[in-house]
């Protein structure tokens, strides 16, 4: 048996969930929700990959799914958010370019779940 194919952080196993969100920051009172939003990704640990571009690695569908119903339950009444899932594999064939030098997409650090 390949011990890699069933190894528990298996790349096609493991997803990527990106949160793309456009918020109205018009009013004082639409950049305190447009903050609020964006300090309980963090705080959901969704890390910063553009400003509006959050992404976390999650080991499972089930820890996936988790999060994104967390995410639901936080969208603020106004603006425009996208929640996409890829897996490991998917994530890892993106091409990242600073300027005009390619970069390597960061690996996911391994994470403790605790159940």
């Given at each position: 048996?390949?011990?890699?194919?069933?190894?528990?952080?298996?790349?096609?196993?493991?997803?990527?969930?990106?949160?793309?969100?456009?918020?109205?920051?018009?009013?004082?009172?639409?950049?305190?929700?447009?903050?609020?939003?964006?300090?309980?990704?963090?705080?959901?640990?969704?890390?910063?990959f553009q400003f509006s571009i959050y992404m976390r690695?999650?080991?499972?569908?089930?820890?996936?799914?988790?999060?994104?119903?967390?995410?639901?339950?936080?969208?603020?009444?106004?603006?425009?958010?996208?929640?996409?899932?890829?897996?490991?594999?998917?994530?890892?064939?993106?091409?990242?370019?600073?300027?005009?030098?390619?970069?390597?997409?960061?690996?996911?650090?391994?994470?403790?779940?605790?159940?």
């Open positions: 048996m390949d011990e890699k194919y069933y190894s528990r952080l298996n790349q096609y196993r493991s997803l990527w969930v990106l949160v793309f969100f456009d918020l109205p920051t018009e009013t004082r009172k639409d950049r305190k929700v447009a903050t609020s939003f964006r300090k309980k990704l963090l705080d959901d640990g969704f890390a910063m690695f999650c080991a499972s569908r089930e820890n996936a799914e988790v999060h994104i119903k967390r995410t639901k339950k936080n969208l603020p009444p106004k603006g425009k958010v996208g929640i996409m899932s890829i897996t490991d594999k998917q994530f890892g064939m993106m091409e990242i370019f600073y300027g005009t030098k390619q970069q390597d997409t960061e690996p996911p650090s391994q994470q403790l779940e605790l159940f």
